[in-house]
């Protein structure tokens, strides 16, 4: 493994920087690993070499030229294949929109690319975002490279082990119900979803589009800061899109890095203290992160959030109900793939051939429920009371933070698992987001920080703040990450 792949992205920006390296030089060093490991690994879709290194040698002839660039320019990153980019694929790991090149870029492409940071390719994930193993991939299963037998979470089991493998040190996922935060967790990476709304859902293919959330996948809680602060902010472009500046999340990593809490609250979830469900180890984990946060001089209490269980069953209403009504526009005439249309057949029987033949088994699952809670007679019945738990799990939140500054629990009740191990029993998968929904529910930002290792797998300490108070998040992460040397996400093992 070259030296140049062992950097965190900050050090890489810094390099490029002072002069000591070239953003070719280390586009090129990505890519030869890349070349190296993704056969093993399978965590693109896609790879863009030459777009990549065309942009690195633009921002080098740049830099040389005096040009001035944010603190990661140069540093490549992937992207979710969820995430539109111009002139690149984006297929959502889907049939439906395979081979299909976007006109246009999402909002925090732009911004990737206008902060000079070069695009290796595109990453893999769940078909449309739906599922939490990446198994559900049309186009195959990535590989955790902790454990080759092993997922990688999902759905941005992609980006996660991308970053993991050293194939990038930086990668952009999405978060639903938990999809950056779980694959973090289980591949001992940081996952970042920001405050609903902090960052623009522009150009993301839509899943549930009062969840969706775009976010970093990192090595490091301060690299993690230094993309959040090139993706986020306001965008006109999308109505959900918060008119307020991006918290001070670099800044709260520095601090959080000094290993200082002193005066922090941190409240410890009643409901979820017990473990029920989860692995001891994973449980062992946690508790050290939280002795380790203690140390550093946080005040800790138990609060109680009584609605946090109920949080799993209103995701599963209100989530696969929005995808229902998003996958709607899949319909053979107006986008993706269309079969069966011999002359003969009828607008309904082609819809109904595309639509069979485009999706896989765990979006069709979600459109049915979907469509079922928001048929006639029982959308008040499902869909409307999934909506007013939502609205309890948010006052929840709203109590815990009138006494504490942000909330800690696990990430996942379990390590990364093996292949095949919960396909066959939906709910045995979906309870891997059993602790990472909430936060979807609030909209409230929430980060995975590798807190220990449970039978030689990673597992994840997740902390919660309040709405737009990413940076109380990223100080506590940070502080946690000072506590361990070296960091886990440093004892990769090399899969070459």
Known sequence: MSDITKKTAAELGEAIAAGDLTSEQVTSAFLARIEAVEPKIHAFLHIDADGALATARAVDARIAAGGKFGPLAGVPIAVKDIVVTKGLPTTAASKMLEGWIPPYDATIVERIKAAGLPILGKTNLDEFAMGSSTEYSAFGTTHNPWDLNRIPGGSGGGSAAAVAARMAPLAIGTDTGGSIRQPGAVTGTIGAKPTYGGNSRYGLIAFSSSLDTPGPVTR???DAALLHEVI????PLDSTSIPQPVPPVVEAARTGLTGDLSGVRLGIVKEFASGEGAEPGVIAAYQAGVDALVKLGAEVEEVSCPHFTYALPAYYLISPSECSSNLARYDSVRYGLRVGDNGERSLEEVMAATREAGFGPEVKRRIILGTYALSAGYVDQFYGQAQKVRTLITRDFDAAFAKVDALVSPTTPFTAF????????????????????????????????????????PAGLQIMAPTMRDDIAYRVGAALESTQEPRLSDQIPDVA
Request: hydrophobic share 35%.
């Open 220 to 222: 490091t809680m301060l």
């Open 232 to 235: 986020g902010g306001h965008d």
């Open 418 to 457: 093996e292949f095949g191990a919960r396909t066959a029993d939906p709910y045995q998968m979906y309870l891997a987001d059993l602790y990472t929904i909430p936060s979807n529910l609030s909209g409230g930002p929430a980060i995975s920080v590798p807190s220990g290792l449970s039978d030689g797998l």
